[in-house]
């Protein structure tokens, strides 16, 4: 059993940078690749980025894919995700997520309870 609990969300300028934690419970978070979606308003939860077990390889969307980086501390059971050059349509509920396939909606394992990001224009 893996207990997820992000922090980190808030109100941002466009423009501006937040960083998202997901902190995990248990002592097989190190066994899990990690992932973060996010879900607008109205639309469908979409995966943004995901992070193997080891941290040696990570995926992005290309929507995010040079503005955002996602990271994992296998001390500190923790991943985050680090979000620069924000812009409005990034704005959404964000997810942490654990499975083996950290990008695929229905093999999610574990989700957290999101934490909202709204980024003004």
């Known amino acids: 059993q893996v207990h997820l609990v992000e922090s980190g969300g808030g109100l941002v300028q466009a423009g501006g940078s937040l960083r998202l934690s997901c902190a995990a419970s248990?002592?097989?978070?190190?066994?899990?690749?990690m992932g973060w979606f996010r879900q607008a308003p109205g639309k469908e939860r979409e995966s943004v980025a995901a992070i193997s077990e080891s941290g040696g390889s990570t995926y992005y969307a290309d929507s995010v894919k040079g503005r955002f980086t996602i990271s994992r501390d296998n001390g500190k059971n923790t991943v985050y995700l680090q979000m620069n050059t924000l812009k409005p349509e990034d704005t959404a509920v964000y997810y942490c997520a654990a499975g083996k396939f950290p990008t695929l909606l229905q093999m999610i394992d574990y989700w957290g309870q999101g934490t909202q990001v709204t980024v003004s224009s």
């Open positions: 248990g002592r097989t978070f190190s066994t899990y690749n």
